[in-house]
Structures are given as structure tokens and as C-alpha cells.
């Protein structure tokens, strides 16, 4: 059985904590780029990085007139752009991506190329009301400040995100950037394996948390007959306030394995490749669960309406308190990925295609 | 790094929750052991350290006092393999989505303070600022882990690490008010080749942060003729700017109210002057909020004063000092001592509180 392939030791987790530490913002993931970089290079036949700073890899197959299947994961995270300098050292700054306000207060943050450290402040509790405490600080009173020492140091444009640094503990990792950090590192298991009889695209994708900005363009170049898009979506997994009831709004769960998209705000996915992955996943015994039809969206997105449109599905590892400082998945979740979408890439062809939908 | 910040990274890496003060205790009991002739920790876990005077006979004794301890979280119950959180002094709820903290069970549990998603919260409407009881911490351990582990009434510390900002600058959990630890440091260290007619107890105090437990029992055990407390106090931030804020790394503050006897008051003044330290005079018209409030009223009452460090962003995990200010409390404290003779204790105070 092709199970034991599936190896999530050391080397992978060194891998997942680099992607997780690095900075990569969308508008500006060269870092998180570079990385995937020296790690593709010696595992696939050629790569290069497209016009909007998507990295776009291929493994060729043998098969002549073969499908072509796009694997899509995308760099980017979201985070803060300095936009005003304030009193010495300090900056208004905006969100990149959608992040809730309520998780900004008192955060380390790295400000620019050289990751300065510095926080968003709060104001002393002494300080405030009651009435003001029951209130959310909006996000332009918020500052963030390198200290007077800094003055200077940052400028107006530059990119900032939470300072969090990844840890595992048992099953559980913690860290930032883990929506997609772990698409990525997927996808870059994925090119460890030799091609079964598909042509294999992997498109590491930019600006995904700006509106899918990457996926299309990467989509259009690469022409695909179908596509897999690998994320991280919330698991709302915990209990309900005040209130016994059972939690029916959960979206997906920590530990039940890859949440298979049926439908969200931006996709249906093509009804063939769901069939296709549940079927791989109860033949081989992969735990699987699918993620609550209803809002938000992955790259698929965009993906599936390129061109003539791309037959596109979505499998996510299930993530907690995703946009936020410190997410938690699964490490349990991220294998049982992997162990899907190794017998996807292996297995796919045009005749997955030839079922009805 | 030069010494007093690496002892406050040290200092800002241990635990010291209000109430179970003994880690951060020992890292200062250590620092303070070659610098005093004598120490000891009291009946409820404060720290008093005695620098002995050189004069024979009775002598007036001075305590100068920093509270060692620091706000924090507690568990206040298990349910749904989560762990539901209170708090231990002053913690605008707000600020804990997204803390990293530790968690101090039947060993050291890392883990992260969230709220309930807003789909989840029923009885408030969605978007709103986070109370308590929508917040817990995710530890990643299974339910059994945790019942075996965890236990209710667990202190949990905040997990941020201290980091030099801008050379000069640090932030970190617990500077409130370790940064007034470390300013007694400096001082003892400035006073460590001088022969003092007063006898001197730096004390380390417990409990601030919830009653000023520590600040009470010390100052009744030593009954010194003279206390000066050392806190920290707000400094001027983004969005604050008010009387009660001081500018970040442009001098320490000398307290003035009620709380501050005014003898001493001008006695500061003139000896910052003298070494040309800068200083704000903070005004205190409803009491100083730190150790000096309780020493004041110990036994038949004592003369206090309280010198400030300005910081940024009190009572979270990311609070900000200027290292210059530190140095700076150290040296007004070492100048004030060192300038004590016999007769000051009488020649400050004869005219009573005037």
C-alpha cells in the first residue's frame, strides 16, 4: 500500500517551521519564493517564476498526449503594509487580507526585509473605560512601534506580519502563515514523486489573499485539464457560548483528515473529482471529511473559470484560528493530505473526465 | 548587551504571576546575594535584601522597593478539551486573542488564548470585543492530557519573549515592574564600594498587582524610617498623551500627592539636579497606585516617595521601556542614598509633613 510512502518526519517539519517563520505577505513573497525554490529545483524538470511572481514547476511524463493536472498552493499570507509614519518609530499601518481586528492587540510583529521587531501597542487597561473596553479598537488607531530607537528605520510601503514563531506539540503544530504554508509544503512532497502517466503542474501562486490574483494567471498559462488546489480552511471545531446545543456550523474538524470542498463562495466543484478523491480515500482507508458547503474560497476560484474552464476541486488541512497570529492544524490531517493527493497525482488521467457530472 | 539587560532578559523569561512569585525570585535572589551583607525572604515570599550601614549603634534605616511580581491568567475551568482563563490583576480582555502563554500544569503547557468564533457566540451580536467568557487557551492536548495535567486554578503567564527594540529599547512581558528590579540592581551595584550611615533594605515585593500584599508585610517587618517604592508609570504612546504620560527614554518621574511626602519630594529634586538626571514631576492627586500606597500607612506611617519609569503599553505582554530610564532610577536611588548622613533623617522631617 502506498501509505508507508507517505513520510512526515524531521526533514518535513523543518521544512513546514522554515515556510511557517518566513515572511511572505501578499504583493511580496520573494521569501517564502526562494525557499520553495532550492527545494523544487532538484525535483522537477522545469520551473520559473511567471510575471506576477507565481513559481510555476513541471514534471513531464512519459505519456504521450497526456493529461495535464495543476496542483495550486498558494505563498502568500496576509499581514500589514506600513502606510503613515506616526511619533518617532511608529506607523500607521493597513491590513493585507482580511484579518479581524480583535487580533491585533499587543503583537509582535517583523516590519520589512530585515524583519525588525516590533509591536502593535494597546493602551494601558488603567487607561480606558468600561465602556471603552467593551468596545473593538478599529485598526487606525492601531500603530506599530519599532521604539524611538527605530526612527528611521522602517518606511512608509513596507510589509509587516505577526512575529510568531512555529511549534509543534504531539499531533498539534502551531504557527503563522500555516493558510498556505501547508499547501506549499505539500505540493513540494508532491514533486518527490515520480509522475504516473499525467503531465504535472505545480503552481505556487501569489496574492491569493487579495482575490486568487495569482491562480489566474498561473491557471491561464498552464492550460490545465483539471486542477487540485491544496489550502488550509477554518475548523470551527469548539463549542458553542452559553449553550449545550451541538456546534452544526463547525465548517470542518482538527483530526477527521482533508476537508474535500463540495461547494463555497467561489467554486462547485466539478462533482468527477470529488468522486475521484473520496473514491482513492475509501479504497485505500484515508481518512477524509467534507468541508460544510457555504462561504470563502480557495484558489479554485479562479482557476476553474480560465480560459474554457479547468475542472477544479479543493482539499484543505483543517486549521483553527486561520488569519490570525497562531494557527493549529494537524499534523494527523497534513499526512492524511499528503496520502490523498499522492494517489491523486499518481492516478489522474483524462478519464476521470469521461464520468457523467 | 551590556549586564543589566542581559539580567533583564533573564528576568522577563521566568514566570512571576501574582502569588507564585518564586521563580523570578530566585533569579533576583541570586543577582542580589553578592551585592548586600544579608537577605532573606519573608513570611509570604517577598524578598529583603540588607545593605548594612558602617555607621556603630542605631542608625535610620531606608527601604527602597520593587514589586517583583506580575499580572497573569488563571484556569478557571476545563470543559470541550479547552481551557477557560480568568484573570490575575488588571488584563483588558481584549488584548488576549492570539497571546502565546504557558501554561504552569503538572509541567509547562505552551499554548494560544482565542475566542469563540462569532458564529458560535449567540447571545451577543457578531463582531464584538471579547469578554472573558469567550475566551480559552488551545493547548493541543487531548482531553485525558489535560485532565491529567491541568487542574483548575493552574496560573498561566504570558510567553512573549523579551526582545531589544532599536539598541536601546525592550519589550517584553512583566517589565511591570521587573524594570524597577533592575533598577534597584543598578543602584546596588553603583553603591557597592560605599560606606552608607544608613542602613538599606532593597526588598523585592509579592503581590502588587492584586492587594500590594508584599508592600504591607515588608514595610512592617523592617519598619524603616524612610520608603521609596519603584514602579513603573505610563509613558507617552500612540493615541496617549495626557498628564498622566511621560516621554519614553527622556528621564524618570518624581512622584507629588498625597502619597509623597514633600520633604522627600525636594530631596530628589535636588539630588537629580545635582547629577543633572532628567526627571518629569508626576502628579499623583488620587495616590500613586504602587507599593508606596501601602507603605505609607504601615504601622505609625512612613515617609515615601515613588520614582517612575515610563512604559508603553502597561499591563500586556508587549510592554515597551527605554533601558536609559532603568540606569537612570539605579542612579537618582544610588545618589540619594549615598548623600544620606546620621543627622538627614532629623533634618528632612523635623518640620513634620510640611
Not at chain 1, 499587543?106 to 516590533?118: I, S
Not at chain 2, 527622556?250 to 529634586?269: D, F, M, Q, W, Y
Request: with cysteine; aromatic share 6%.
Amino acid at each position: 500500500m502506498n501509505e508507508n510512502r507517505v513520510k512526515i518526519s524531521r526533514p518535513q517539519l523543518k521544512l513546514l517551521e522554515k515556510l511557517s517563520n518566513a515572511v511572505g505577505v501578499s504583493g511580496n513573497e520573494d521569501e517564502v519564493r526562494q525557499i520553495v525554490i532550492e527545494e523544487i529545483r532538484p525535483l522537477v524538470d522545469e520551473y520559473r517564476v511567471d510575471r506576477m511572481g507565481n513559481l510555476l514547476a513541471i514534471k513531464h511524463t512519459k505519456t504521450a498526449d497526456a493529461a495535464r493536472v495543476m496542483f495550486a498552493a498558494h505563498m502568500d499570507e496576509v499581514g500589514f503594509m506600513l502606510v503613515q509614519a506616526d511619533t518617532e518609530g511608529c506607523y500607521a499601518f493597513e491590513a493585507v487580507g482580511g484579518i479581524d481586528e480583535r487580533q491585533l492587540l499587543a503583537k509582535p510583529v517583523l516590519v520589512g526585509k530585515d524583519h525588525l521587531p516590533g509591536v502593535i501597542g494597546s493602551k494601558p487597561v488603567h487607561l480606558t473605560s468600561p465602556a471603552e473596553r467593551a468596545k473593538v479598537t478599529p485598526l487606525g488607531q492601531l500603530r506599530i512601534d519599532l521604539s524611538p530607537g527605530c526612527a528611521g528605520k522602517a518606511s512608509v510601503g513596507d510589509y509587516a506580519t505577526f512575529a510568531t514563531r512555529f511549534w509543534r506539540s504531539g499531533d498539534s503544530l502551531f504557527g503563522k502563515a500555516l493558510d498556505d504554508r501547508l499547501g506549499v509544503a505539500t505540493l513540494i512532497e508532491l514533486a518527490r514523486l515520480n509522475p504516473g502517466t499525467a503531465e504535472v503542474l505545480f503552481a505556487f501562486t501569489v496574492q491569493e489573499e487579495l482575490g486568487l490574483r495569482g491562480a489566474r494567471v498561473a491557471a491561464y498559462d498552464f492550460e490545465p485539464d483539471m486542477a487540485f488546489v491544496v489550502d488550509s480552511t477554518p475548523a470551527f471545531d469548539l463549542p458553542l457560548d452559553e449553550s449545550e446545543d451541538e456546534n452544526v456550523l463547525y465548517n470542518c474538524r482538527l483530526g477527521a483528515g482533508p476537508a474535500i470542498y463540495l461547494a463555497d463562495a467561489g467554486t462547485i466543484s466539478d462533482p468527477r473529482l470529488i468522486q475521484f478523491l473520496t473514491r482513492i480515500a475509501e479504497d485505500c482507508g484515508i481518512p477524509y471529511q467534507f468541508r460544510q458547503p457555504g462561504g470563502g474560497g480557495t484558489d479554485a476560484g479562479a482557476i476553474h473559470i480560465t480560459r474554457g474552464g479547468v475542472p477544479s476541486v479543493s482539499v484543505s488541512v483543517p486549521g483553527r484560528y486561520a488569519h490570525s497570529p497562531i494557527l493549529h492544524a494537524r499534523l494527523s490531517d497534513w499526512k492524511n493530505t499528503l496520502a490523498l493527493l499522492y494517489q491523486a497525482l499518481e492516478k489522474a488521467d483524462r478519464s476521470i473526465l469521461n464520468a457523467d457530472r | 548587551m551590556n549586564q543589566i539587560e542581559s539580567f533583564l532578559h533573564e528576568l522577563l523569561s521566568a514566570p512571576g504571576v501574582a502569588g507564585f512569585e518564586g521563580p523570578v525570585c530566585e533569579i533576583i535572589r541570586k543577582r542580589w546575594e553578592p551585592l548586600t551583607d544579608e537577605i532573606h525572604i519573608s513570611r509570604v515570599g517577598s524578598l529583603h535584601a540588607l545593605r548594612r550601614s558602617s555607621i556603630p549603634g542605631k542608625r535610620p534605616s531606608l527601604m527602597i522597593a520593587a514589586h517583583m511580581d506580575a499580572i497573569g491568567l488563571m484556569v478557571k475551568d476545563i470543559r470541550d478539551g479547552l481551557i477557560w482563563i480568568t484573570s490575575m490583576g488588571g488584563v483588558d480582555p481584549r488584548i488576549l486573542p492570539g497571546q502565546l502563554v504557558t501554561i504552569h500544569g503538572a509541567r509547562e503547557y505552551t499554548g494560544v488564548v482565542q475566542m469563540l468564533p462569532d458564529r458560535l457566540v449567540k447571545h451577543q451580536p457578531a463582531g464584538g470585543a471579547p469578554g472573558y467568557s469567550q475566551l480559552f487557551v488551545d493547548t493541543g492536548l487531548s482531553a485525558n492530557e489535560i485532565q491529567a495535567n491541568i487542574h483548575i486554578g493552574d496560573v498561566i503567564s504570558f510567553a512573549s519573549a523579551p526582545t531589544t527594540l532599536g539598541d536601546k529599547y525592550l519589550s517584553g512581558h512583566s517589565l511591570d515592574n521587573r524594570a524597577s528590579v533592575a533598577a534597584l540592581t543598578v543602584c546596588l551595584e553603583e553603591i557597592k564600594d560605599y560606606r552608607l550611615q544608613w542602613d538599606l533594605w532593597a526588598v523585592a515585593t509579592v503581590q502588587e498587582e492584586v492587594r500590594t500584599v508584599g508592600a504591607h508585610t515588608s514595610t512592617f517587618e523592617l519598619k524603616p524610617d524612610v520608603g521609596i517604592a519603584v514602579d513603573v508609570t505610563f509613558a507617552q504612546e500612540p493615541g496617549l498623551s495626557t498628564y498622566e504620560t511621560f516621554p519614553l527614554g527622556k528621564g524618570v518621574t518624581i512622584g507629588s500627592g498625597g502619597n509623597i511626602h514633600p520633604a522627600l519630594h525636594r530631596e530628589l529634586k535636588d539630588r537629580a539636579e545635582e547629577i543633572d538626571l532628567p526627571y518629569s514631576i508626576e502628579t499623583m492627586p488620587k495616590g500613586s497606585g504602587t507599593d508606596a500606597m501601602a507603605m505609607q500607612i504601615s504601622s505609625a506611617g512612613v515617609p515615601t516617595l515613588v520614582i517612575g519609569i515610563p512604559l508603553r503599553y502597561m499591563h500586556t505582554p508587549y510592554e515597551m521601556v527605554a533601558l536609559k530610564d532603568i540606569h537612570r532610577a539605579g542612579r537618582l536611588l544610588a545618589r540619594f542614598i549615598t548623600t544620606l548622613t546620621s543627622g538627614s533623617l532629623e533634618s528632612l522631617f523635623k518640620g513634620g509633613a510640611a
